[in-house]
Structures are given as structure tokens and as C-alpha cells.
């Protein structure tokens, strides 16, 4: 015959055709049975009607229910010849015993041609894997009957070498079977550290006959392609147990010389995950624990001969190399990744050891806050001595800002200037030296920080910098507090600082208005520090805290985009003013009216005027503190005269202004008597016969006040009014109440309260609209 097609894909041409007509006729086949299975009259089906199924539903492929049957014949045969090995096999004689397996493990391996000849391969492959489990029970069985002075691990390395090159030919010669070079593989894992062990070897060689096999495995990775990932497996597991042996032997080495057997191995180790890596561009990993096994072998040979700090050093030098690899074209990239990547992670956890130590360190200063200016310096025998954590720090920040360069990155800069400012910050103290040069040094790094921050143009070290440097100048602030001396010269130097970067008009926004809120911050802890030297009482130290919010105010447009923070910073410190006179009343009134004074001096201003809120209530609470002070118990005598001519400049503000608001108008002067009234009644007992009066005029007053304000529909007046209406009524009632509620039965209450729950679960929607309502009604009013 003469086709037009080569013979190979005309023979696949009639294989794919006899397979659809084998589909097309079982089809037909199930559509006959339900054919002849339907009554000989049946009415046809109505039009419409979706037509019956061609055959059973199938839940399950036919090659999936093929390869089911075949793995459960291959277990069941594997669990008869193993149950005949162990119990049926003494009942035969040394001849039977030769034939019965002779005869099984031929016909188990032998029979996978003839079936991948009539095509059937998932069958043979079945049959091959029960073959290849009879040549292990065949070498169990020579061994127990042939063999049995041997030595178990000797001659279980030499059966697993046999059975390997057997697996290995045998998969050979019938190539289209996947399971035999996978199991030779699997096989070949054991014969040298198995021969190792037996041999009496120590841990570096069986680390070398790990090694081996891991190499072979490499190479059959990449010419065995039928079975190139089990060995790539393999050979990742056996390089993970090369590294840790290896790792282990030279951090145990107890002399140079007994490490240098450990880093040979190690060595070794990454000559071959280098290898690996440069073979396959996927083998990254490889690269990765090659650098790890060169560092571990360095680091691991100077370790013993140095204390722990410069084996730190060591590792982190050793490291280096492979750092530079990035820039190396000659090297493949995943071989330059993984190299580089080892070198990091070695960098970081150096970092990491040497910051441990350094976190101390910085944290000591704390405890000063416990007894300030007691002079006691924290001893220096707690923290890592010598030059070893500043010298890694400052190797890892070099490191670092290389790779940044090399890679084009910011992250790794904006790390080495985190490195860079913790080693240098931290040296002075760990290296020992004398208090004032530390403070120095640390006020010389602090600074160089902040000028880094300011300089830099790029946003992660900006940020880096700008943070080490208020790190370092609230390291440096809680160390001064040690000494008067130290406080005046590092706070004053700090504050000039901040200030200075503050008023340097190209730093970025948001570092000047840190640096001036820092600014007045250590200002007012200088002025803190003047009152504590001056002997003064505590209270008294408040009028010179006072002077910061007074200049900052005095200033005010003058300090331009940093004046907001300026600001706040001046009211926290107006506060700590208040805080500091709080111990004595007469000097309490003072500050409150010179904060007052302050206020009021900063709502001239247009910007600024609602700073004339704070200083009203200023001014009030100055004038409650000093009637409080002098024992007066009418106070009304004193706030009507203040209240009349309040409400008589409101009324005017609002005839002249029918925009403003009656918060603006009336609030003050209604405040002004309402507030400490209010105050005196609630210090008085509930129906008192002496105090009768009080309530009842502060409630008329109230009552009055309220009816104006919801006649005029003006809100200070109703919400003032209703307010201090409704503390006069809770007053005066609250001892009736509570007897009520002594003579009622205890269940009464939780049932009240549970009706009244029920209630406004009931009209939950109605009382929010009502609510809604009101909140609306009292938002139009004035």
C-alpha cells in the first residue's frame, strides 16, 4: 500500500480512529439496552421533552476506574507475597524456597514486556512495581536464610546498591515504564551513608557520603529526565543534611583544627549547590544554601580562637563575598540571587545579635528618671564590652547602603542608616568612655542624624534619620537628667537644635513642625529645670513655664508654617503650668489668669480669635479658685456684677450683628453666674432648711432663662437654662427618690427597668425620628 503518511503516524492515525469507533459503539450499545428495556407501546414522549440519557451515568472514568483496580491487585499481590516471605516461607525447603522466588520475581518482571506489547502500559507498570517489591523480599530472604552472620547495615548498603543498578537496567530496557528509575533512584540514597555507619565513620563522614549521593543525584537530575524531580528532592534533602551536619561539627569544634574537617565538607558542599545552581536557572535555593555552607565554614574555623562577639564579626565578614556577588555578570543571575540572599540574611541576623546587645544599652536610661540628678551613671558591665556590636552594626550599615547602591533600591539605605546610627549612637557606652564623652559623641551622631534627615532626598532615609534622631535626642535627654550640668548643656543644645531646623526654610514640612513642637518642648523643660534649681516650691514653678507659650504667642505669624505646632506645643506646656500650681490655690488663681492673659493676647489676632474661649474660661476659673480660696459661700455676689454688663455687650453684639451666634452673645455672662451657682448647690444637702433658698431662686432664674431662649429661638439660653433647670430638680429630688426606692420591693426596679426597656425597644424607630426632630429643631436655633 501507498500512503502519504510515514508509517509511525499513520499507525497513531488508525490508533485514535479505532478509539472513537470504540466509543461510538458502546454508545450505541447502552442506547439499545434502554431500547429494549422501554414497553413495546409506550406513548412517544411529548415534544419538548428532554430525550433519555445514552446510557448510566458514569461517576468515574474508565482509565480512572482502571488505574483503581490495578493498584488494589498490585497491594493485594504485595500483601501475599510478603505474608508467604515471613510465614509460609519455612514450611519450604532450601530447593523450593529458590524455585518459589526464582519463579515469582521472573514472572512479576518479565511479565510488563509482554503486556506493554498488546498496549496495555498501566497494567504492566502494576505488575513492574510487584516486581520490584519481590527483589526487595528476594534480598530480605537471602539475607535471613543465606546470610545470617551478616551485618545488617553493611548488608543492607550492599542490597540497595544491587537493587539499584537491577532497578536501573531493568527501567532501562523497558523504557516505557515511569515507576523503575525513580525506584533506583530511591534506592540509590542509601548505600554510601549506610556503608559509612557501618563502617564505624563520625558525623563528617557520613556528611561526605551524604554529600556524594547528592552529587550523583544532581547529575541524574539533569540526564535522567524520567526522573529528574524525585532527584532533585533527593538531592535538596541530602544538601539540607549535608548543611546541618556540617554546621553542627564546626559550632561544636572545640580548636581551629578540629574545625577544619567541618569546613571542607561545608566547602564542598557549596562547590556543589553552586554547580547546581549554574546548571538549572530554576536552582536558586541551591545558590542560597551554597552561601550559607561557605559562611558556616569560615566563620566556623576563627570562632573557636574568638570571643562571641568577633565570631559575630567573623560570620558577618564572611559574608561580605557573597554580597559582592550581584555585581559579578560573569556569575548566571539565579546563581547572583541566591549568593546574595544568603549574604543578607547572614548581615541581618548579625544585625539582629548585635542589636540585642544594644537595646540595653538605650533602655538603662530609663532608671534615671528614677532619682534625677543623683549621678549615677548605669555601669557598663551589663552590655556586650569591646568594639564587637558597634563594629558589626557599622559593617552591616556598609553592607547595606552597598547592596542599596548596587540593586538601585531604598529600602537597604534607609536600613544602613538605621545600622549606622544604633552602632555609632551605642559605641561611646559599650566602648567605656567617660560621661562626657558619650554625651558628645551621642549629641555629634544625634545631629548628623537630623541633618541627614533634612539633606537626604529620598523619603525612606529621610524618615529613617528623622526617626534615629528623635530616638537619639530622647536617649540623650533621659541620660542628662543624671546631672544638673548635663541637663542645661544637652537641652539647651538640643532645643537650639530643633529650633534651628525649625526656622531652615528648605527641610520638609513635616520635620520643621516636629522640630519646633521639640523646640518649645525642650524650652519649657529647661524653664522646669531653672525653678528645681532655684529652690523654689513646685507650684511656683509654673510662672516660668508660662514665659514659653508667652513667647510663642508674641511671635505668632512670625514663625510661619511651624506655628501650628509651635501652638500646640505652647498649650501643652500652658498646661503643664497649670498642673505644676495645682498644689496651691492662690497660685493656681494666678496662672490661670496669666494663661488667660496669654489667651486673650492671642485673640487680637483675626486667626486666632477663638483663643478668646479659652481665655474667658481661663479667666473664670482663676475667679472661682480665688472665691473658693477665700472661703466665700455666695458667689453670686461676685458673678452678677460680671454677668449684667456680659449680657448687656451681647444684646448690643447681636442688634449689631444678627448673624451671630447666642453662644457668641449670651454664653459667657449666662455661664458666668449659672456655672458656679449650680456649683454651690450641689455642695450644699438635698432640702435643706438652711439652704432653701439658693435652689429656688437658681431654678426660677433657670426656668426664666429656658422660657426666653425657646421664646427668642435661641440656643445658649434654652440649653443653658434647661441644663442647670434639670441639675437644680435631680438636686433637690434625689433624697425622695432614694427613699422611694429603699421602701419599694427589690423586684420592682429590674421590672420597671425592663418595662421601660421594653417600651423603647417597642418605638425603637419612633423615638430615633423624634430624636432626629429635636436634634434638627435645636441646629436651626440661634
Not at 532619682?371 to 564590652?385: C, D, I, L, S
Not at 523646640?519 to 513655664?545: E, I, N, Q, R, S
Not at 456649683?679 to 429656688?696: D, I, N, Y
Not at 435631680?730 to 427613699?739: F, G, K, N, T
Request: aromatic share 6%.
Amino acid at each position: 500500500m501507498n500512503m502519504p503518511l510515514p508509517p509511525a503516524e499513520e499507525l497513531a492515525l488508525i490508533d485514535r480512529e479505532l478509539v472513537q469507533l470504540d466509543a461510538r459503539r458502546s454508545y450505541l450499545l447502552h442506547r439499545r439496552d434502554w431500547l429494549l428495556r422501554l414497553p413495546h407501546h409506550a406513548p412517544p414522549a411529548p415534544a419538548g421533552w428532554p430525550a433519555p440519557p445514552a446510557g448510566p451515568v458514569r461517576e468515574a472514568s474508565a482509565r480512572g476506574a482502571q488505574n483503581v483496580l490495578l493498584t488494589l491487585g498490585a497491594v493485594l499481590l504485595a500483601v501475599a507475597a510478603l505474608a508467604f516471605t515471613l510465614v509460609s516461607w519455612g514450611s519450604l525447603g532450601i530447593a523450593g524456597r529458590s524455585v518459589a522466588l526464582a519463579a515469582v520475581t521472573a514472572a512479576a518482571l518479565g511479565a510488563p514486556a509482554a503486556l506493554l506489547r498488546r498496549g496495555l502500559r498501566s497494567t504492566a507498570e502494576s505488575v513492574a512495581a510487584v516486581g520490584l517489591l519481590l527483589t526487595v523480599l528476594d534480598a530480605y530472604a537471602l539475607h535471613a536464610v543465606g546470610l545470617p552472620g551478616t551485618d545488617g547495615t553493611a548488608y543492607t548498603a550492599g542490597a540497595a546498591l544491587v537493587l539499584a543498578a537491577v532497578w536501573a537496567g531493568y527501567g532501562r530496557g523497558l523504557g516505557a515504564l515511569r515507576l523503575p528509575l525513580p525506584a533506583a533512584l530511591l534506592a540509590a540514597q542509601f548505600p554510601l551513608p549506610l556503608a559509612a555507619l557501618a563502617a564505624g565513620a563520625g558525623p563528617v563522614a557520613v556528611g561526605w557520603a551524604l554529600l556524594a549521593t547528592a552529587a550523583l543525584d544532581a547529575a541524574a537530575a539533569s540526564r535522567v529526565r524520567a526522573a529528574a524531580v524525585p532527584a532533585v528532592v533527593a538531592a535538596a534533602v541530602l544538601g539540607a543534611g549535608v548543611l546541618l551536619v556540617g554546621a553542627a561539627q564546626s559550632w561544636s569544634a572545640g580548636s581551629v583544627g578540629q574545625a577544619l574537617a567541618p569546613a571542607v565538607l561545608l566547602l564542598a558542599g557549596a562547590a556543589l549547590g553552586v554547580a547546581a545552581a549554574w546548571r538549572e536557572p530554576r536552582a536558586s535555593a541551591a545558590a542560597v544554601a551554597a552561601g550559607t555552607a561557605w559562611v558556616v565554614a569560615l566563620g566556623g574555623v576563627a570562632r573557636p580562637a574568638l570571643d562571641p562577639g568577633w565570631a559575630v564579626v567573623a560570620h558577618l565578614l564572611a559574608a561580605l563575598p557573597l554580597l559582592a556577588a550581584v555585581r559579578v555578570p560573569a556569575l548566571p543571575a539565579q546563581v547572583r540571587r541566591g549568593l546574595a540572599l544568603a549574604g543578607a540574611a547572614v548581615a541581618g541576623l548579625a544585625a539582629l545579635a548585635a542589636c540585642s546587645a544594644v537595646a540595653p544599652s538605650l533602655l538603662a536610661r530609663v532608671g534615671v528618671l528614677d532619682e534625677v540628678w543623683a549621678a549615677t551613671t548605669p555601669a557598663r558591665g551589663a552590655y556586650w564590652p569591646g568594639a564587637a556590636v558597634p563594629l558589626t552594626l557599622l559593617i552591616a550599615a556598609g553592607a547595606s547602603w552597598w547592596l542599596g547602591r548596587a540593586l538601585t533600591r531604598p529600602e537597604p539605605g534607609a536600613v544602613a542608616v538605621a545600622l549606622a546610627w544604633s552602632g555609632l549612637f551605642t559605641a561611646p557606652v559599650l566602648l567605656g568612655f567617660p560621661v562626657a564623652v558619650v554625651f558628645a559623641a551621642q549629641l555629634a551622631v544625634t545631629g548628623a542624624a537630623g541633618l541627614l534627615a533634612v539633606r537626604s532626598t529620598g523619603r525612606g532615609v529621610r524618615a529613617t534619620a528623622a526617626v534615629c534622631a528623635l530616638a537619639g535626642a530622647a536617649n540623650v535627654s533621659l541620660g542628662a537628667l543624671d546631672g544638673r550640668t548635663a541637663t542645661f548643656a544637652v537641652w539647651g543644645l538640643l532645643g537650639a537644635g530643633c529650633a534651628a531646623v525649625a526656622a531652615y526654610g528648605r527641610a520638609p514640612g513635616p520635620l520643621r513642625s516636629g522640630a519646633a513642637a521639640c523646640a518649645v518642648a525642650y524650652a519649657t523643660g529647661l524653664l522646669v529645670a531653672v525653678g528645681a534649681v532655684a529652690d523654689l516650691a513646685v507650684a511656683w514653678w509654673a510662672l516660668p513655664v508660662l514665659a514659653v507659650p508667652a513667647v510663642v504667642v508674641a511671635l505668632g505669624p512670625a514663625l510661619g508654617p511651624v506655628r501650628l505646632s509651635a501652638e500646640s506645643a505652647a498649650a501643652g506646656a500652658g498646661a503643664l503650668a497649670v498642673a505644676l500650681s495645682a498644689g496651691r490655690a492662690g497660685t493656681l488663681a494666678l496662672v490661670l489668669a496669666l494663661a488667660g492673659v496669654v489667651c486673650a493676647g492671642a485673640a487680637v489676632r483675626v486667626e486666632r480669635r477663638r483663643a478668646g474661649w479659652a481665655a474667658g474660661a481661663l479667666f473664670v476659673a482663676a475667679t472661682w479658685v480665688r472665691l473658693a480660696e477665700a472661703g466665700v459661700t455666695t458667689p453670686e455676689a461676685y458673678t452678677l456684677p460680671v454677668t449684667v454688663p456680659a449680657l448687656v455687650v451681647g444684646l448690643l453684639r447681636r442688634r449689631g450683628d444678627s448673624n451671630a451666634s447666642s453662644w457668641t452673645a449670651y454664653g459667657p455672662g449666662l455661664a458666668a453666674t449659672l456655672l458656679p451657682s449650680l456649683l454651690a448647690v450641689w455642695g450644699t444637702e438635698p432640702a435643706g432648711a438652711a439652704h432653701w433658698s439658693r435652689p429656688l431662686l437658681l431654678g426660677l432664674c433657670a426656668l426664666a432663662v429656658t422660657l426666653v431662649g425657646a421664646h427668642r429661638r435661641l440656643q445658649a439660653p434654652l440649653l443653658l437654662g434647661g441644663a442647670v433647670l434639670a441639675a437644680v430638680a435631680l438636686h433637690e429630688l434625689a433624697p425622695y427618690v432614694a427613699q422611694l426606692a429603699g421602701a419599694l420591693p427589690r423586684w420592682v426596679p429590674p421590672a420597671l427597668a425592663g418595662v421601660l426597656l421594653l417600651a423603647v425597644g417597642a418605638t425603637y424607630e419612633k423615638r430615633l425620628r423624634d430624636a432626629r426632630r429635636l436634634r434638627d429643631a435645636i441646629g436651626r436655633l440661634r
